[in-house]
């Protein structure tokens, strides 16, 4: 049960035993069930979100090449939860090293790890949810208050594991590592001490896999680790409220205590994955000099655009936007016009990016702005993977 919505949500275990009754009361074949049940949309999921503090939006400005796309967060593997994750808080927003991918790791090295499906391609469906605004001013005078030449909005993006690097052996961590993970302080929402005077960056993960616990925060310095400047933390300077929080908690935890450990903060040998085995697909990278480094171009990409700002508007907007596998919306026809009026990608709506995710793939959300006085704030940002099992 979803603590906030009040919705079940289930689990990869509840669709198994759904399925297994409906095969045996009926005598449905198996496809027909997996018809049945794709059409209830009685699927699991993984939510990753991230919710700023009244006052503390993640600003990205234009202006300058490393401070105008910030990743803001990346999803869990395809098929997994948040408790598969080595270092929970540098894995929200540290950018991928913008390396090529020589060879993706095998689907079949995923389903090793015990992923919570078995399918190749399993994705049904994603719901990205923002709330957001541009800088309030500026832009043509037609064109505010509407989606109509707007230089701020969202990106998803995609990453895959390099072939061998798809799995963290926690028996070679090193001592740093550990402290760090340590220092991650993560709260039910049942906690009171989840309500602070300061509260800093919430990063609010949800736990299908997990009966009870709901939801949970990150909270402290070890969620806004990132490499170089294209992260969101980098993206909003002068903000280290909350900055001591994750590590305070963690002081005191030595290797293998077992006295209050839960599922969310499991040992390193539990958690496969780590960003340093990922590599992005999207958005691109390039060579420059002997230095690799992103590509992103001047305009959107209306393949892979979630959203964009209303245009000179000072108060934040909600979006919620779903890409489904059923999506069928050729970007020259009507109803493609019709996503762009609203903001969205033209080319968005085709389910191409749903359809093509395979198991341990990665979805990603970029936050961009284009050309000085731009700025795209950021209130909360949030994506949800639906997968069949």
């Given at each position: 049960?979803?603590?906030?919505?009040?919705?079940?949500?289930?689990?990869?275990?509840d669709v198994i035993v759904v399925k297994t009754m409906l095969s045996k009361a009926t005598q449905m074949p198996p496809e027909v069930v997996d018809i049945i049940i794709d059409h209830a949309e009685y699927w699991p999921h993984c939510e990753t979100v991230i919710e700023r503090p009244p006052r503390q939006d993640i600003r990205i400005s234009s202006g300058r090449r490393d401070r105008e796309n910030a990743l803001l967060l990346r999803s869990p593997p395809v098929g997994f939860d948040q408790d598969s994750i080595a270092q929970p808080g540098e894995w929200i927003s540290t950018p991928a090293a913008p390396e090529p991918l020589r060879e993706a790791a095998p689907v079949e090295a995923f389903k090793k790890l015990r992923a919570g499906t078995a399918l190749e391609r399993p994705v049904r469906k994603i719901v990205f949810t923002l709330r957001s605004r541009d800088q309030g001013w500026g832009g043509e005078a037609k064109d505010r208050g509407t989606f109509e030449?707007?230089?701020?909005w969202f990106e998803a993006g995609l990453e895959r594991f390099e072939a061998g690097l798809e799995r963290?052996?926690?028996?070679?961590?090193?001592?740093?590592?550990?402290?760090?993970?340590?220092?991650?302080?993560?709260k039910s929402l049942d906690s009171k001490s989840t309500i602070d005077k300061k509260p800093p960056t919430r990063l609010q993960l949800s736990h299908p896999f997990i009966g009870g616990l709901g939801r949970s925060f990150l909270h402290g310095p070890r969620a806004a680790r990132h490499l170089g400047s294209q992260s969101f933390a980098h993206a909003d300077e002068g903000n280290d409220e909350g900055k001591n929080e994750g590590e305070d908690k963690g002081k005191g935890k030595g290797k293998g205590e077992g006295e209050g450990e839960s599922e969310t903060t499991a040992p390193f040998r539990d958690r496969p994955f780590r960003v340093t085995g990922l590599r992005p697909v999207y958005p691109e990278?390039?060579?420059?000099?002997?230095?690799?480094?992103?590509?992103?171009?001047?305009?959107?990409?209306?393949q892979q655009k979630i959203q964009c700002n209303r245009t000179a508007t000072s108060t934040a907007g909600d979006y919620r936007i779903v890409w489904s596998w059923t999506d069928d919306i050729s970007p020259d026809s009507p109803e493609a016009e019709r996503l762009k009026r609203q903001g969205r990608g033209k080319a968005s709506g085709t389910?191409?990016?749903?359809?093509?995710?395979r198991l341990g793939d990665v979805v990603t959300v970029w936050a961009k702005s284009r050309f000085p006085g731009w700025a795209n704030n950021v209130q909360k940002v949030g994506v949800a993977v639906y997968w069949a099992v």
């Open positions: 049960m979803d603590s906030q919505s009040g919705i079940f949500q289930p689990r990869p275990i030449g707007s230089w701020t963290f052996d926690g028996n070679n961590e090193e001592e740093g590592d550990k402290e760090e993970v340590d220092a991650t302080c993560q990278t390039e060579v420059v000099g002997n230095t690799p480094r992103y590509n992103h171009p001047l305009e959107p990409n209306q389910g191409e990016f749903v359809r093509n995710l």
